[in-house]
């Protein structure tokens, strides 16, 4: 895992030959993770936000499309700040990244074009997840 606690980018690869393609990641580490979704985003105008988790980590991958996600790092998980300021990573299925999100941040992300799709990994349950889960309003801390 990340041992800084700052999300990070991880490089994958590509290898083409007669047989066709195959997409690598070799250097991203999932032995941690318990579980794992996709986010189906029909309409860019979708917005999901403000979710958070203090000790939860996330691995975003971006299946088909592309997909604006916004991090926050809350001050106060009870009452933050309003002024914090986001990091902003764009991903797409072209790029072969992965995006680590350690615990401490809230996310949102949008799809940049119609019918994109993410998997997300997790390394808490969904017992524990809801034990560790804040919401705060779309608009707190970013116009979308």
């Given at each position: 895992m990340n041992e800084e606690n700052v999300p990070v980018i991880i490089a994958g690869g590509k290898h083409t030959d007669e047989r066709g393609t195959l997409t690598y990641f070799n250097d991203l580490n999932l032995s941690a993770v318990k579980r794992l979704y996709v986010l189906e985003h029909p309409d860019p105008g979708i917005v999901r936000a403000w979710q958070g988790h203090q000790y939860e980590n996330k691995w975003f991958y971006v299946v088909e499309g592309s997909f604006k996600i916004v991090l926050i790092r809350p001050d106060d998980w009870l009452s933050p700040a309003e002024d914090l300021q986001p990091q902003e990573f764009s991903l797409t299925s072209a790029a072969d990244q992965v995006l680590h999100?350690?615990?401490?941040?809230?996310?949102?992300?949008?799809?940049?074009?119609?019918?994109?799709?993410?998997?997300?990994?997790?390394?808490?349950?969904?017992?524990?997840?809801?034990?560790?889960?804040?919401?705060f309003n779309k608009s707190k801390w970013y116009n979308w």
């Amino acid at each position: 895992m990340n041992e800084e606690n700052v999300p990070v980018i991880i490089a994958g690869g590509k290898h083409t030959d007669e047989r066709g393609t195959l997409t690598y990641f070799n250097d991203l580490n999932l032995s941690a993770v318990k579980r794992l979704y996709v986010l189906e985003h029909p309409d860019p105008g979708i917005v999901r936000a403000w979710q958070g988790h203090q000790y939860e980590n996330k691995w975003f991958y971006v299946v088909e499309g592309s997909f604006k996600i916004v991090l926050i790092r809350p001050d106060d998980w009870l009452s933050p700040a309003e002024d914090l300021q986001p990091q902003e990573f764009s991903l797409t299925s072209a790029a072969d990244q992965v995006l680590h999100v350690p615990g401490g941040f809230a996310s949102g992300f949008q799809a940049l074009e119609p019918d994109s799709k993410m998997m997300v990994f997790s390394n808490f349950s969904i017992a524990e997840s809801l034990n560790d889960d804040f919401r705060f309003n779309k608009s707190k801390w970013y116009n979308w």
